[in-house]
């Protein structure tokens, strides 16, 4: 037995079985810098795929804030401490104005949960509308709004799902406008069945980057016809930015304001903290002390002075090595490269992303546009042969998931590049 095979059975013994691995051949990972991992054997490999190290596996910035801190005071937000409070200053600083509060959680799923709460608060009702493809993290409440893996006992009936836009192959037609207005009929539609029950309408929870549902390239304001009939419902907008947040869309730091929107609600996740345990959700002052009113809460560690030690350097090496202007640029020349691939590959239908958020939706027929998960499945673990992480994901589960840490260079763009040519090639 080699010793993969060794921690596979220790791993179903000790964790329990169906504890997801990534790839065929699993890798076991022993170190990480910057963009590079390596495992046991000491193969280095190229992460494409980890959005948590948000500015870099082990940076040292951030381990050396954590350690100083660790070795100062570590305790929860009910005793006074101005880490807390220099943290969220700096942070809801990033935001519109009318967001200037925030609650901090250990994890994007506490975060999420909280949300949903705030927007029952402020409304009265527990309505809630999601996309049908989405993912919002693994509490009992946030779990209810994902259709991949089904709730045990089904749905609570407060929950209306309404189709993940799909921009290569679009509601409504080709047209931008038409798109956005078939896309709000389904929120529309939501929105009154929910009106029509016991329950009522509190808020649509998005990605507003969709990453989970393969991150569409929408058109512009796309979003705005279905944040209107929202409003219109005396319904809240909450935009989940545990993934495209903190500046890795490259044009914008947050992916609200990509999408062109103002949420009442955000969440936060382990991307802020380099994977340190913290997440957050920041609102309007109103709408946080809404929820203060309704509900006891208090989350241990959520927010001690070592997550926020941690998750006030991420925003320290993210100004100071202007990494979001590097996410721009590398984006940019990553996605130029991927579309000579497509030019060259028949299996690339569609390339899409915005800054470090890249990948293609791999197609059997470019015509008919019929989906290639299976090949995405093998080009996946093509690349992690050759030394390269990355996933798939999206609707049909054929887009390649591209989402380095945020240091990721040109080079390495190239070196990408050129692996993910030679997978292609060889099927």
């Known amino acids: 037995m080699t010793d993969v095979q060794a921690l596979r059975v220790r791993r179903e013994r000790l964790l329990g079985r169906n504890m997801s691995l990534f790839y065929d051949d699993p890798v076991h990972l022993v170190r ?24 870099g596996h082990c940076h040292p910035r951030v381990v050396e804030a954590i350690c100083r801190q660790a070795s100062i005071l570590n305790t929860h937000t009910r005793y006074l401490h101005e880490g807390i409070l220099d943290y969220v200053e700096r942070l809801t600083a990033t935001f519109d104005r009318s967001l200037d509060t925030a609650i901090l959680t250990c994890t994007g799923s506490e975060a999420n949960d909280v949300a949903l709460r705030m927007a029952q608060a ?13 993912y919002h993290g693994n509490t009992t409440a946030v779990s209810q709004l994902s259709t991949r893996m089904p709730p045990v006992g089904g749905y609570g009936g407060h929950v209306r799902h309404v189709p993940a836009p799909d921009a290569y192959r679009p509601l409504g037609g080709e047209g931008g406008e038409a798109f956005a207005e078939a896309w709000a009929a389904t929120v529309e539609a939501a929105i009154a069945a929910l009106q029509e029950s016991p329950f009522g309408f509190s808020a649509l929870i998005i990605d507003p980057f969709f990453a989970n549902e393969g991150f569409p390239d929408l058109p512009a304001d796309f979003l705005a016809p279905a944040v209107a009939a929202v409003r219109k419902a005396g319904g809240l907008v909450i935009c989940d930015e545990v993934q495209p947040g ?15 929107i103002l949420p009442d609600i955000v969440t936060l996740g382990k991307p802020m903290g380099n994977g340190h345990p913290v997440g957050g959700v920041v609102a309007a002052s109103e709408t946080l002390n809404a929820f203060r009113k309704a509900f006891r809460y208090f989350n241990t560690f959520g927010g001690n002075p070592v997550s926020c030690a941690a998750a006030m350097a991420v ?5 100071e090595e202007k990494l979001q202007e590097n996410a721009l640029h590398v984006g940019a020349h990553a996605r130029e490269g991927l579309q000579k691939l497509a030019d060259k590959h028949g299996l690339i239908g569609n390339v899409r992303g915005s800054g470090l ?29 050759r030394g390269v992480l990355m996933g798939k994901l999206g609707i049909h589960q054929n887009a390649t998931k591209i989402r380095p840490p945020m240091p990721f260079s040109r080079e390495n763009a190239d070196l990408m590049l050129a ?9």
């Not at 409304?123 to 989405?134: E, L, N």
């Not at 293609?360 to 019929?370: G, P």
Request: proline residues 2%; aromatic residues 10%; negative net charge.
């Open 32 to 55: 990480g810098e910057g963009v590079w991992l390596w495992d046991a054997d000491g193969r280095r490999y190229l992460d494409c795929y980890n959005n948590v190290p948000h500015v």
């Open 122 to 134: 402020v409304t009265g009702r527990t309505g809630v509308i999601a996309t049908d493809f989405t």
């Open 246 to 260: 903190f500046g890795r869309t490259g044009a914008h730091f947050w992916g609200h304001q990509k999408a062109g």
């Open 315 to 319: 925003l320290d090496v993210l100004e």
């Open 357 to 385: 958020f890249f990948g293609a939706e791999l197609v059997l027929d470019r015509q008919k546009k019929t989906p290639a998960s299976d090949i995405a499945t093998r080009v996946i673990n093509g690349m992690r042969e």
């Open 419 to 427: 692996v993910l040519d030679d997978v292609l090639s060889g099927l």
